[in-house]
């Protein structure tokens, strides 16, 4: 079946360093790639999304690029802030012909000041 | 605009008590699901509906009971709780396949 493996936590970095938060995924066909974060007590919000391969989704500069040749979706940032402290889920869209969403283990970024 | 609306917050139950944990959007999503969340273990699925009079079951649908009568609202019930159960609880909607889910603030549920 498909599923999504991403990079253990806690990273801990300090304020303007480089982020990379790995995530690899299996699945059949062509699956909907997604960042999500979750700040402290509050639910997932979309980070970003790609639909297809060699796509690049972005927000607030953070990117990752739906790489279907090593099956990757690596988030990356250039210059991180203490207030991107969060934990971060990579997540794909099931491609049984279901509407389910499947879920990495989640990654906690701790950012220094 | 309101979203994924997510009630109570909080709530404590003791062993064998019933509770239903309350869920509603307000962007005509067909797809709605329930998660759990529980350290190390990501967001697991409980129970998921792809429209009005229409569920299945998730990974660990177990001890728990769902119900669609209307696009809006997609209620958790909690039959018997056990200990087990404690767990952040997420409401979540989307309109197809291959687009976001929105997800609600979460339930924070301990079992006594």
């Known amino acids: 079946g498909n599923s999504v493996t991403q990079m253990e936590g806690p990273v801990t970095l300090s304020e303007e360093a480089f982020l990379t938060i790995n995530c690899t995924y299996t699945?059949?066909?062509?699956?909907?790639l997604f960042w999500y974060v979750q700040y402290p007590g509050e639910g997932l919000q979309l980070l970003l999304k790609?639909?297809?391969?060699?796509d690049k989704g972005s927000n607030k500069g953070f990117e990752a690029t739906y790489r279907k040749e090593t099956t990757s979706f690596h988030l990356e940032k250039g210059s991180v802030q203490v207030s991107d402290s969060a934990v971060y889920f990579c997540a794909l869209t099931d491609t049984s012909g279901t509407y389910k969403y499947i879920f990495g283990t989640g990654t906690r970024l701790k950012v220094l000041a | 605009n309101a979203g994924v609306t997510q009630t109570p917050k909080f709530q404590v139950l003791k062993t064998g008590q019933s509770m239903t944990l309350q869920c509603a959007q307000d962007?005509?999503?067909?797809?709605m699901s329930w998660y759990r969340q529980d350290p190390g273990m990501g967001l697991r699925l409980i129970h998921y509906s792809v429209g009005a009079g229409i569920t299945d079951q998730g990974e660990v649908p177990n001890g728990y009971n769902v119900s669609r009568s209307t696009t809006e609202d997609f209620p958790l019930r909690l039959l018997s709780a056990a200990p087990s159960q404690t767990s952040v609880y997420f409401c979540a909607s989307s309109n197809g396949r291959g687009t976001e889910a929105f997800f609600g603030q979460g339930t924070r549920l301990t079992v006594v």
């Open positions: 790609a639909t297809k391969a060699d």
């Open positions: 699945a059949t066909g062509y699956p909907s």
């Open positions: 962007m005509n999503h067909e797809y």
